[in-house]
């Protein structure tokens, strides 16, 4: 990461005076420290151990000579998402959800979107600013298990891994796809990708699986229309690419659970800097920091 930082610095027309990092999972910004992340870690004695507590902003700035700013990668990915995609910087309040290895999520709110004294955009940390993890909220509570250990979340029936699963669980019990096909008949090879493009080709079980995801994501997206009432709802990680496959199911699952003038309020879209965002919202966000240290 030092490496990379020193690149970009070296590169840059102007002197960067500060870092920003997008890291998934529960981020102390406060201490520098990645409290919890399921998706990273190592396999010790046969069982993935996820990490904790470890420490990335003191090591990371004696090698890059900069103040280094962190945060969570969805909620940077949301504001990001709010200061250069589809909220325009405007938006009243931005709900984001980012698909792929696990589910991230963000809420942004403007001004408007709270009562009392505030100056915006807000990005929702929560009180030990492990917020706002949309993706592990329970959407089916004897559903099935995600590497976080709860059951039923958001993240386990739509992350990557999961949605491969339910696809090559079909393929194995004998249905015909293009997806076998597309891989060489090497099923490990499979990715939500070639999915995608099984789908454009009609191919049904490849719809299948995208309208059951799709479906599980509209039941949160619902529930989040209700607590946050927001007027944008974006989609975004490299999962979102499959586009109207995931998203009409999704939208009309939300349909059915929301509240019906909340509902109608919300944009729910795919975002547009699906492949920048995370990295946008940390600069923004380094960028502020420079503005509370003056």
């Given at each position: 990461?030092?490496?990379?930082?020193?690149?970009?610095?070296?590169?840059a027309?102007?002197?960067?005076?500060?870092v920003?990092?997008a890291?998934?999972?529960?981020?102390?910004?406060?201490a520098g420290?990645?409290?919890?992340?399921?998706?990273?870690?190592?396999?010790?004695?046969?069982?993935?151990e996820y990490?904790?507590?470890?420490?990335?902003?003191a090591?990371?700035?004696?090698?890059?000579g900069?103040p280094?700013?962190?945060?969570?990668?969805?909620?940077?990915a949301?504001?990001?998402?709010?200061?250069?995609?589809?909220g325009?910087?405007?938006?009243?309040?931005?709900?984001?959800?980012?698909?792929?290895?696990?589910?991230?999520g963000?809420?942004?709110?403007?001004?408007?979107?709270?009562?009392?004294?505030?100056?915006?955009?807000?990005?929702?940390?929560?009180?030990?600013?492990g917020?706002?993890?949309?993706g592990?909220?329970?959407?089916n509570?004897q559903?099935?298990?995600?590497?976080?250990g709860?059951?039923g979340?958001?993240?386990?029936?739509?992350?990557?891994?999961?949605?491969?699963?339910r696809?090559?669980?079909r393929?194995?019990?004998g249905?015909?796809?293009?997806?076998?096909?597309?891989v060489?008949g090497?099923?490990?090879?499979?990715t939500?990708?070639?999915?995608?493009?099984?789908?454009?080709?009609?191919?049904e079980?490849a719809i299948?699986?995208?309208?059951?995801?799709?479906t599980?994501?509209?039941?949160?997206i619902?529930?989040?229309i209700?607590?946050?009432?927001?007027?944008?709802?974006?989609?975004?990680?490299?999962?979102?690419?499959?586009g109207?496959?995931i998203m009409?199911?999704?939208?009309?699952?939300?349909?059915?659970?929301a509240?019906?003038s909340?509902?109608?309020?919300?944009?729910?879209?795919?975002?547009?800097q699906?492949?920048?965002?995370?990295?946008?919202?940390?600069?923004?966000?380094?960028?502020e920091?420079?503005?509370w240290?003056r």
């Amino acid at each position: 990461m030092a490496e990379v930082v020193r690149k970009a610095a070296e590169s840059a027309a102007h002197k960067p005076q500060a870092v920003g990092l997008a890291i998934p999972g529960h981020i102390d910004s406060a201490a520098g420290v990645v409290r919890w992340a399921p998706n990273f870690g190592a396999i010790v004695n046969g069982v993935f151990e996820y990490w904790r507590n470890v420490e990335i902003r003191a090591p990371l700035e004696k090698l890059v000579g900069m103040p280094v700013i962190m945060d969570n990668d969805a909620n940077m990915a949301a504001l990001g998402e709010y200061r250069f995609g589809v909220g325009k910087n405007a938006a009243k309040c931005l709900v984001m959800l980012t698909l792929g290895t696990g589910i991230g999520g963000g809420v942004v709110l403007s001004p408007d979107a709270v009562l009392g004294d505030a100056r915006g955009p807000l990005v929702l940390v929560g009180g030990n600013k492990g917020g706002a993890e949309l993706g592990h909220v329970v959407v089916n509570y004897q559903g099935v298990d995600c590497n976080s250990g709860e059951y039923g979340s958001i993240e386990a029936y739509c992350s990557r891994d999961k949605i491969v699963q339910r696809a090559i669980h079909r393929i194995l019990r004998g249905r015909e796809s293009l997806l076998d096909k597309l891989v060489g008949g090497e099923l490990g090879k499979l990715t939500p990708k070639h999915l995608s493009l099984a789908a454009d080709q009609g191919d049904e079980l490849a719809i299948e699986v995208f309208d059951e995801v799709g479906t599980m994501l509209g039941v949160g997206i619902g529930n989040f229309i209700d607590i946050f009432a927001p007027d944008i709802v974006a989609i975004g990680g490299q999962i979102a690419k499959a586009g109207d496959w995931i998203m009409k199911p999704a939208i009309r699952s939300a349909r059915n659970i929301a509240i019906t003038s909340l509902f109608n309020d919300a944009k729910i879209v795919v975002a547009e800097q699906i492949e920048e965002a995370g990295m946008l919202g940390a600069a923004a966000l380094a960028l502020e920091s420079l503005k509370w240290s003056r």
